[in-house]
């Protein structure tokens, strides 16, 4: 795609998005966004994907690129209410033609409307020398300007009335007394009354294969959650990337998932400490559908096997199940 027609992509998905994403005020002019993806009508079970590492890049040796566009025509099957990214949408973040990569094989996204919401992950940064990542940003931004989320690297979204989504920046400071920190303690304990599911999605994996190094602030979230979860009046459920696989964990009542098969070649995961999904397959490309019903948010992991010669490369090999709280925590009553 030349750059002529890519911009006239990027207005046309800017139309669609602007037609379709409502988003709620903040509560004050310095706030992140709070975006508001509306439950069907109907009063069918709202569903919505997450996954991670796209990587959409014309750079067919850093990512299984016939992967990543069979994932993401099967989500288009799905027409979900949303679509969360957790990050590493794009190889490289300096190079806008990674964008246009993006923007050009989800058309069909853009064609059904479906709202989506990305996270920062460290590709998002890569070109941009340590310490000046504006042209970095200034092209997630752009790509994604019907969110209006200049200057902000981090944001909410209300899925329904009972689900409520932060997106974290992986790569701003989580510590306490951070400017994100603060806002993270905020929507947690000052969520609306019918909020009965709160789901953050981050790029670095606060729980994960401890073979892996851990990056910048992530295990605060976990710290944080340990401490503090069983005092909140929602259930938390936490969706990292990051690394290429997928993952599963229970700590201290929240559920924790790796999430990265949305496109990057694969790394193997041990499965070992506490990981819940027992896959037997070391390749994992897939996606996260969540279905949320009433008192109950279920997670299924959708796998596409891109070795797969029966024409059938779908399965589902993990499903579970979140339960909201019955009544409000002790503290809190």
């Known amino acids: ?73 099967r989500i288009a099957r799905e027409n979900p209410a949303a679509i969360l990214i957790g990050g590493d949408l794009v190889y490289e973040g300096t190079d806008p033609d990674d964008y246009a990569t993006y923007e050009s094989e989800t058309l069909e996204w853009a064609k059904q409307k479906i709202p989506v919401f990305p996270a920062l992950g460290n590709h998002e940064f890569t070109g941009c020398t340590r310490g000046e990542a504006a042209p970095c940003l200034e092209n997630w931004w752009k790509a994604f300007g019907a969110l209006a989320l200049r200057p902000y690297r981090w944001y909410s979204v209300s899925l329904g009335p009972t689900l409520l989504a932060l997106i974290l920046d992986s790569d701003s400071p989580l510590r306490p007394g951070s400017e994100q920190r603060e806002w993270l303690e905020r929507q947690l304990t000052h969520a609306d009354p019918r909020v009965r599911f709160i789901l953050i999605a981050l790029h670095y994996p606060p729980v994960r294969d401890p073979f892996y190094p851990r990056m910048k602030d992530e295990r605060e979230i976990e710290r944080y959650l340990s401490k503090h979860a069983a005092t909140l009046r929602p259930q938390v459920v936490v969706v990292g990337s990051h690394v290429h696989n997928y993952e599963r964990y229970f700590r201290d009542g929240v559920t924790y998932l790796v999430s990265g098969g949305g496109g990057a070649q694969p790394v193997p995961a041990a499965r070992m400490f506490g990981e819940l999904s027992k896959l037997t397959t070391s390749v994992n490309f897939h996606y996260l559908r969540f279905t949320l019903e009433a008192d109950r948010l279920t997670g299924t992991m959708v796998r596409f096997d891109a070795e797969d010669r029966s024409g059938n490369p779908w399965s589902e090999p993990d499903r579970f199940e979140i339960r909201a709280r019955s009544s409000a925590p002790a503290a809190s009553r």
């Open 1 to 73: 795609m030349d750059r002529a027609a890519s911009r006239l992509v990027s207005l046309f998905l800017g139309m669609l998005l602007l037609a379709t994403q409502g988003s709620a005020g903040a509560a004050s002019g310095d706030e992140p966004p709070r975006f508001e993806v509306a439950a069907p009508v109907t009063g069918a079970p709202l569903t919505f994907v997450v996954y991670g590492d796209t990587r959409f890049s014309r750079r067919e040796q850093v990512v299984n690129a016939p992967a990543r566009r069979a994932l993401v025509r």
